[in-house]
């Protein structure tokens, strides 16, 4: 069975920083593509990043761009998000998801809260 | 990245039909082959409902279907059950390695 438990999130403060963790296991972690979702409270669901299966290629949403880092560590089966200059608006909980087929996500963690507020 | 439209709202009687539409451009939705559907109950994490258009998943009953025309995705779902209540949002692949989703739509089985 596919899992993925997502790790990580919190209180911080604007401009701080978090890392958040995403533990993979029932299927081959290293052979997958694998995205960042968020979505604020009473909000919507909004793509943040991707990332290849070799971590070489990695793209984000203008909204984060240059802020957030996604990585993975395929020997540990983890997706890692660093997430810097975190503002208000990024308070959101946080999904990680695996691309089945590619292009779309086809299973999902259950979501770790991250809080930026002072 | 502008997020692709969707009725804030659909409804239905059981066992009626309804279909869910997701508008977008010609640099997401009309020029890519890759649009999904997901279904969100409130606090629980999103489900894959159609893939590509209009694949459907193992596990994921025929009453749900996917299609599109030009730059406008739907999804229909046929035979209306008090448990497809819940919230649904598209998402189409972007170029170059981004996705965008809709800003989803709540349906309400009456």
């Known amino acids: 069975e596919v899992q993925l438990v997502e790790s990580g999130g919190g209180l911080v403060q604007p401009g701080g920083s978090l890392r958040l963790s995403c533990a993979a296991s029932?299927?081959?972690?290293?052979?997958?593509?694998m995205h960042w979702v968020r979505q604020a409270p009473g909000k919507g669901l909004v793509w943040v990043s991707h990332?290849?299966?070799?971590?070489?290629?990695?793209h984000f949403a203008d909204s984060v761009k240059g802020r957030f880092t996604i990585s993975r560590d395929n020997a540990k089966n983890t997706l890692f998000l660093q997430m810097n200059s975190l503002r208000a608006e990024d308070t959101a909980v946080y999904y990680c998801?695996?691309?089945?087929?590619?292009?779309?996500?086809?299973?999902w963690g259950q979501g770790t809260l991250v809080t930026v507020s002072s | 990245q502008s997020a692709l439209t969707q009725p804030r709202s659909v409804s239905g009687s059981p066992g009626q039909s309804v279909t869910i539409s997701c508008t977008g451009t010609?640099?997401?939705?009309?020029?890519?082959?890759?649009v999904s559907w997901y279904q969100q109950y409130s606090g629980i994490a999103p489900k894959l409902m159609i893939s590509?258009?209009?694949q459907r998943p193992s596990g994921v009953p025929d009453r749900f279907s996917g299609s599109k025309s030009g730059n406008t995705a739907s999804l229909t779902i046929s035979g209306l059950q008090a448990e497809d209540e819940a919230d649904y949002y598209c998402?189409?692949?972007?170029?170059?390695?981004?996705?965008?989703f809709g800003g989803g739509t709540k349906l309400t089985v009456l």
């Open positions: 998801a695996r691309a089945g087929g590619y292009y779309s996500l086809d299973s």
């Open positions: 029932g299927f081959t972690f290293s052979s997958y593509w």
């Open positions: 990332i290849n299966s070799d971590g070489s290629s990695t």
């Open positions: 010609s640099s997401d939705v009309g020029g890519y082959n890759y």
């Open positions: 590509d258009v209009s």
């Open positions: 998402c189409s692949y972007a170029g170059s390695y981004t996705w965008v």
